[in-house]
T-cell receptor, first 113, second 116 residues
Framework: GESVGLHLPTLSVQEGDNSIINCAYS??????FIWYKQESGKGPQFIID?????DKRQGQRVTVLLNKTVKHLSLQIAATQPGDSAVYFC????????????FGSGTQLTVLP | DTGVSQDPRHKITKRGQNVTFRCDPI?????LYWYRQTLGQGPEFLTY??????LEKSRLLSDRFSAERPKGSFSTLEIQRTEQGDSAMYLC???WGPGSNTGELFFGEGSRLTVL
């Protein structure tokens, strides 16, 4: 069935380094992807999105890369800060009219001092 | 308006009891979603409202679950005869659409349910 999954459950990086969080998807028909950040005790928060007609999109300190050939996307965080410590989810928009999100299982990012 | 608010934030109940959660979305948002999240997993879609109409329900939403949005503003999610497997975080989210070209949902902080 359709699924969105992440390669690694945890990632630790030194403060100031760049972080790369990966995500694989299985539905080749998926055309819209979103990254969410969830801090402990809070709801998910939108970070950045990308459509399938793009292969790269940049935001503030974040870049999302999409490789449709291998059905893979990644989130790059530049100069990682302690406030970036959270669980990161990739999600795809469902095909239904509700535009419901299908989330992967998440990667826990820990920023080390 | 400070965002999506949910109440209660935590609920502990005994198996077999009924519980109800409330969600107040961002006031100008016409779309409202309920998701369920268990520890270490991503949120799973439960149901969706556009204004007061419930337009989609997940297969995850058993007959013990019912959601309403009577006036197109706040919503309630009721779970009847709770089971231990219902223990989870119940997240509400809202957005504006159709016409929105983004998938950005605004999530509340969730209502955590523990069924003993």
């Amino acid at each position: 069935g359709e699924s969105v999954g992440l390669h690694l459950p945890t990632l630790s990086v030194q403060e100031g380094d760049n972080s790369i969080i990966n995500c694989a998807y299985s539905n080749s028909a998926s055309d819209y992807f979103i990254w969410y950040k969830q801090e402990s005790g809070k709801g998910p928060q939108f970070i950045i999105d990308i459509r399938s007609n793009m292969d790269k999109r940049q935001g503030q300190r974040v870049t999302v890369l999409l490789n449709k050939t291998v059905k893979h996307l990644s989130l790059q965080i530049a100069a990682t800060q302690p406030g970036d410590s959270a669980v990161y989810f990739c999600a795809e928009i469902g095909l239904g009219s509700a535009r419901q999100l299908t989330f992967g299982s998440g990667t826990q990012l820990t920023v080390l001092p | 308006d400070t965002g999506v608010s949910q109440d209660p934030r935590h609920k502990i109940t005994k198996r077999g009891q009924n519980v109800t959660f409330r969600c107040d979305p961002i006031s100008e948002h016409n779309r409202l979603y309920w998701y369920r999240q268990t520890l270490g997993q991503g949120p799973e879609f439960l149901t969706y409202f556009q204004n007061e109409a419930q337009l989609e329900k997940s297969r995850l939403l058993s007959d013990r679950f019912s959601a309403e949005r009577p006036k197109g503003s706040f919503s309630t999610l009721e779970i009847q005869r709770t089971e231990q497997g219902d223990s989870a975080m119940y997240l509400c989210a809202s957005s504006w659409g159709p016409g929105s070209n983004t998938g950005e949902l605004f999530f509340g902080e969730g209502s955590r349910l523990t069924v003993l």
